[in-house]
């Protein structure tokens, strides 16, 4: 399982909709926190 760093829900890795940023990968629960991972991607990556 990985975690949407969004809404810090458990998401399924195959079926989770994805986004690569700094070479890592992000899973997310659904398309509204995709959207606002892509908004605004440093406010929920800690580096
Ligand atoms: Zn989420």
Do not use: H, L, N, R
Request: contains cysteine; aromatic residues 14%.
């Amino acid at each position: 399982m990985a975690i949407d760093p969004v809404c810090g829900m458990e998401v399924d890795e195959k079926k989770a909709a994805s986004k690569e940023y700094k070479g890592k990968k992000y899973y997310f629960c659904s398309p509204t926190c995709q959207w606002a991972f892509e908004m605004k991607p440093e406010q929920f990556v800690k580096e």
